[in-house]
T-cell receptor
């Protein structure tokens, strides 16, 4: 499968715990994006990488959130001290320059 | 914040009918893309139309773009029950943010 891969698919965590999600983009894509989606809403932009450089972060990305893309390959999104409001689907996408973005299946986070 | 706004929010039609969804946006764009999302799944790219294009076709899909009105429409002809999904437009700005900005989507229900 050469599409965008996200792991885990589901994560249930207790409030206050830290969680980390991984995204493996399509190999030749230099751009990688993280989005968050809640029920009935469109995806909301969180952050964007071009190669290993994090070029943009949304104001939605509080200081509890951090993302990395070492060596411009896979990316991780970490949420520290999770809150119930963090419960959502976290989507990763990749693209080559200004072309269509391909999305992974997402990681559904439930904070209890 | 959401840039593209889809209209209507929900649409229910009979199999075989055509479905039209509209999208309005606010800023200057490089391209506009339409995505489909089945319940609880990732987004699937449908079609990309560049700012210098006015119409594009792909199978049963027809997309138009009017940059003077900052609007786009997606037409699905001869709809099928399998077309039931949420449809989102997403814009790629030609300045500033390089990530896609999504609208809140149109939920299409095709009755068999």
């Amino acid at each position: 499968d050469t599409g965008v891969s996200q792991n885990p698919r589901h994560k249930i965590t207790k409030r206050g715990q830290n969680v980390t999600f991984r995204c493996d983009p399509i190999s030749e894509h230099n751009r990688l994006y993280w989005y968050r989606q809640t029920l009935g809403q469109g995806p909301e932009f969180l952050t964007y990488f071009q190669n290993e450089a994090q070029l943009e972060k949304s104001r939605l990305l509080s200081d509890r959130f951090s993302a990395e893309r070492p060596k411009g390959s896979f990316s991780t999104l970490e949420i520290q001290r999770t809150e119930q409001g963090d419960s959502a689907m976290y989507l990763c996408a990749s693209s080559f320059r200004h072309t269509e973005a391909f999305f992974g299946q997402g990681t559904r986070l439930t904070v209890v | 914040s959401q840039q593209g706004e889809e209209d209507p929010q929900a649409l229910s039609i009979q199999e075989g009918e055509n479905a039209t969804m509209n999208c309005s946006y606010k800023t200057s764009i490089n391209n506009l893309q339409w995505y489909r999302q089945n319940s609880g799944r990732g987004l699937v790219h449908l079609i990309l139309i560049r700012s210098n294009e006015r119409e594009k076709h792909s199978g049963r899909l027809r997309v138009t773009l009017d940059t003077s009105k900052k609007s786009s429409s997606l037409l699905i002809t001869a709809s099928r029950a399998a077309d039931t999904a949420s449809y989102f437009c997403a814009t790629a700005s030609d300045t500033g943010r390089r990530a896609l900005t999504f609208g809140s989507g149109t939920r299409l229900q095709v009755q068999p």
